[in-house]
């Protein structure tokens, strides 16, 4: 049923050459298929003691550990893998399973009550599955964020109201998860009520019956990562990330072309602005509502002339900021989650490496709309002191790795400075050939100036 062991000598990170895990106490499977979920593959197997399986997982999550033919909505396949295994941690990568309830799933089963499974509850879940939530939790909880109004069918005159309320440009956020796709920002208020109405009449499917129209916040976009045991957490290191598939951000919004960590607008004051303004009361507010949370919160955030705004919750690493932030984090990443599983976060030593990680999206021509697959890739093999995640790829009959996917694969350089790190993903992109490869030309352009 599951495809033989195919465990490859993984580390292929300049520091981490020649190193081998030869006990196995730890039996964790990642799910998953994209870049995140190779990243946190990649920094899992570098554990002691650590095997790691991924599901499904693509081409490169094979280098570093073994894929699973698993469908990551199939619970029970998951379990009765679990099981066979004798998996002892469970690492969700995607939202979907967590907004469908898998630690829920895990919890209230007895054969799998001795898996530990990072992600929080479906209640918790709802912070991404559900924009009306996380906005009523952070009206509850007094954390700071864009004035909003929640919209459906039956109100959507007073939706009307409020966009006439408001100056442009104007935020329509479907309230369900969309893919990525359920956000809008538009400057003319004649689109905007238009784009409202047909939102609601079902362009983005259920995911739009509701819609949060957010007043706009102007500023500088970080991604601030935390990872918490519901009562302990950790800040692991934050990002940059660039949505928009062009240079200097012009054109459609993507799952995300690139990422700089760390980020010199994020000083000590400013994260520590975030910590009490926004992680302490999320936490408070999460206990308070009796909600299991051990994992990750991803903190979309506006900086606003050095005050903090939630422009969105996420229930899960970011992608492709992951593919960043995991090569910057030191010392052992399994027992970070163990103990983030066990209620013990704040035993455990934690440390972010000073090095700036700059990391590359190369992507399928077409893309983020239609574009080809089963492009055989070249170029891999010649990589130098930079890690390739694999973000959509996958092996054709001949066992070639090919395209998979419309955001292809990662490379991520580390430097003394975003300049340098830059100069060596961009001279190690260029190595990498695929037809209609594109990628952009100036991530960490932008932050370099303020360095």
């Known amino acids: 049923m599951y495809p033989a062991d195919n465990t490859k000598e993984t580390l292929n990170w300049k520091d981490l050459q020649g190193q081998h895990i030869t006990t196995v106490e730890r039996r964790v499977l990642v799910l998953g298929s994209g870049g995140r979920e190779h990243a946190l593959a990649w920094k899992l197997a570098q554990s002691d003691g650590t095997r790691v399986f991924i599901a499904p997982g693509n081409a490169g999550t094979a280098q570093v550990g073994s894929n699973v033919n698993l469908k990551i909505s199939d619970f029970e396949a998951i379990k009765q893998f679990c099981l066979k295994e004798q998996i002892n941690m469970v690492v969700v990568g995607p939202e979907q399973p967590l907004v469908d309830g898998i630690v829920d799933f895990f919890k209230n089963d007895e054969a799998l009550k001795a898996v530990k499974i990072i992600g929080p509850d479906q209640r918790g879940a709802q912070l991404e599955g559900s924009k009306a ?32 309320s408001v100056k442009a440009p104007y935020v329509l956020k479907a309230d369900g998860l969309a893919a990525g796709k359920g956000v809008l920002i538009l400057n003319d208020l004649h689109e905007a009520k238009d784009e409202l109405s047909k939102m609601l009449d079902g362009k983005f499917g259920a995911a739009s019956a509701t819609v ?37 951000d012009t054109g459609l919004n993507t799952g995300g072309m690139g990422a700089v960590s760390p980020v010199p607008f994020c000083t000590p004051e400013f994260l520590n602005r975030v910590e009490e303004r926004i992680v302490k009361p999320t936490l408070k507010g999460l206990k308070a509502e009796n909600i299991d949370y051990k994992g990750f919160i991803f903190l979309g955030l506006m900086n606003d002339g050095g005050d903090p705004y939630v422009i969105e919750y996420n229930v899960r690493m970011g992608d492709p900021e992951t593919e960043a932030v ?14 983030c599983a066990d209620g013990r976060l704040d035993e455990v030593h934690y440390a972010k490496s000073a090095m700036t990680a700059v990391t590359v999206m190369m992507v399928s021509g077409g893309y983020p709309e239609a574009y080809k697959k089963g492009m055989k890739m070249s170029g891999l093999d010649s990589l130098k002191e930079v890690v390739a995640f694999h973000a959509g790829t996958a092996f054709d009959a001949d066992e070639e790795v090919v395209t998979a996917g419309g955001r292809v694969i990662a490379v991520t350089a580390h430097g003394h400075s975003i300049k340098e790190a830059r100069d060596l993903a961009y001279r190690e992109v260029e190595k990498i050939h695929f037809e209609g490869a594109n990628f952009r030309h100036d991530i960490g352009l932008d932050l370099m100036r303020m360095q």
């Open 133 to 164: 939530f996380a906005k009523d939790f952070m009206e509850k909880y007094g954390i700071p964020t864009a004035k909003c109004f929640k919209v459906n069918k039956a109100n959507l005159e007073e939706g009307y109201r409020f966009l006439e």
């Open 326 to 339: 995991m090569t910057r984090i030191e010392g052992d990443f399994a027992d970070l989650l163990d103990a």
């Open 212 to 248: 949060v129209i957010e007043e706009f916040l102007k500023g500088i976009e970080v991604s601030v990562f935390v990872l918490t045991d519901g009562e302990h957490y950790v800040l692991l290191p934050e990002a940059k990330d660039y949505k928009r598939i062009g240079d200097g």
